[in-house]
């Protein structure tokens, strides 16, 4: 069993800043990359940023600048730092991994239950 479990969300003003937090555990061997998405009302899940173990970073193109992925390999944990929100960042966010949980095998991914950030005066 893997568990992504997230924190950090919650409701701020426009022009705010959020960081949200992810800690993967359970039977885990390696991680490949880690990141977030999210997912708004009546809108698909899409792409936040995400994150290799080599720590190479890749961002959906309309956030970069305002948000920042970071991870602790040692504490299985990705972060993102959310800057100057605004109320179209509102939405459900996921945390994602691609890992393996034993020696051999493919890697698999996994899902958090999601956080709610909510940007709103």
């Known amino acids: 069993q893997v568990q992504l479990v997230e924190s950090g969300g919650g409701l701020v003003r426009p022009g705010g800043s959020l960081r949200l937090s992810c800690v993967a555990s359970?039977?885990?061997?390696?991680?490949?990359?880690m990141g977030w998405y999210r997912q708004a009302p009546g809108k698909e899940r899409e792409l936040v940023a995400t994150?290799?173990?080599?720590?190479?970073?890749n961002y959906a193109g309309s956030l970069e600048g305002r948000f920042t992925i970071s991870r602790d390999n040692a504490q299985n944990t990705v972060y993102l730092q959310m800057n100057s929100l605004i109320p179209e960042d509102t939405a459900v966010y996921f945390c994602?991994?691609?890992?393996?949980?034993?020696?051999?095998?493919?890697?698999?991914?996994?899902w958090g239950q999601g956080t709610q950030v909510t940007v709103s005066s």
């Open positions: 994602y991994s691609n890992l393996f949980t034993a020696a051999w095998g493919r890697a698999g991914d996994f």
């Open positions: 994150i290799t173990a080599a720590k190479r970073t």
């Open positions: 359970g039977s885990i061997f390696s991680i490949n990359s």
